[in-house]
């Protein structure tokens, strides 16, 4: 078994697990459509790799970004099956991600205390206290599977009545009517009413 007990950043590039050394605030992060496409880096207080298990763990403030799509947790683990990075699952309390789902789209936030993470599949799985925020929807359950390609939340589960939904939709801000004209109409003087003159002279 092998240990690093420094701070550092692991970069996940294909068949292979490289130490980089990186800027983890990049300019122009990508967006949803190349977020597959992009290397996983981690940053942490320590770092162990298991080549007899082929899992490494990395724990204390640990900070994982793939493109636009940010992991904050306590612990990670990385489970590798084939030289290639299968399963990541992040712990902590709360563990939290964002993603933005496309250029100048609002970011998709989520938190829980378990998440597990499949970069073949694109999906992220959030298990206990979960919740996921987006645009104006906010989802709540102990399951929540998150598609990183299509954006698509899917909470709860059928088969389990524990594991019940949770959903506030809060309705978009209407168009303010323009008060300054109404009310500039309101404040205008209205005509004095002229006196009724009797012309008949007796």
Same mark, same amino acid.
């Given at each position: 078994?092998?240990?690093?007990?420094?701070? &550092?950043?692991?970069?996940?590039?294909?068949?292979? &697990? &490289?130490?980089?050394?990186?800027?983890?605030? %990049?300019?122009?992060?990508?967006?949803?459509?190349?977020?597959?496409?992009?290397?996983?880096?981690?940053?942490?207080?320590? =770092?162990?790799?298991?080549?007899?298990?082929?899992?490494?763990?990395?724990?204390?403030?640990?900070?994982?970004?793939?493109?636009?799509?940010?992991?904050?947790?306590?612990?990670?683990?990385?489970?590798?099956? $084939?030289?290639? =990075?299968?399963?990541?699952?992040?712990?902590?309390?709360?563990?939290?991600?964002?993603?933005?789902?496309?250029?100048? =789209?609002? $970011?998709?936030?989520?938190?829980?205390?378990?998440?597990?993470?499949?970069?073949?599949?694109?999906?992220?799985?959030?298990?206990?206290?979960?919740?996921?925020?987006?645009?104006?929807?906010?989802?709540?359950? $102990?399951?929540?599977?998150?598609?990183?390609?299509?954006?698509?939340?899917? =909470?709860?589960?059928?088969?389990?009545?524990?594991?019940?939904?949770?959903?506030?939709?809060?309705?978009?801000?209407?168009?303010?009517?323009?008060?300054?004209?109404?009310?500039?109409?309101?404040?205008?003087?209205?005509?004095?009413?002229?006196?009724?003159?009797?012309?008949? %002279?007796?």
């Amino acid at each position: 078994m092998k240990q690093n007990k420094k701070p &550092c950043s692991l970069a996940l590039l294909g068949s292979r &697990c &490289c130490l980089l050394l990186l800027a983890l605030y %990049s300019e122009g992060a990508s967006a949803l459509e190349s977020d597959a496409n992009q290397p996983i880096i981690i940053d942490s207080n320590t =770092a162990t790799y298991d080549d007899l298990k082929a899992i490494s763990i990395y724990t204390g403030n640990v900070v994982s970004i793939q493109g636009s799509i940010r992991v904050l947790s306590d612990k990670l683990v990385v489970y590798f099956v $084939d030289g290639e =990075a299968d399963k990541l699952v992040f712990t902590g309390n709360l563990a939290k991600f964002k993603q933005t789902p496309n250029e100048g =789209a609002q $970011d998709i936030t989520g938190e829980a205390l378990t998440g597990e993470y499949y970069p073949k599949k694109n999906l992220l799985v959030l298990i206990d206290k979960a919740t996921v925020w987006r645009e104006t929807g906010a989802y709540s359950s $102990d399951r929540i599977v998150y598609d990183l390609k299509t954006s698509l939340v899917k =909470a709860g589960e059928k088969e389990s009545t524990s594991k019940r939904v949770h959903v506030v939709l809060q309705p978009k801000e209407k168009e303010q009517p323009n008060t300054k004209e109404q009310s500039t109409e309101s404040e205008q003087p209205k005509a004095k009413e002229q006196p009724t003159v009797n012309e008949n %002279s007796e």
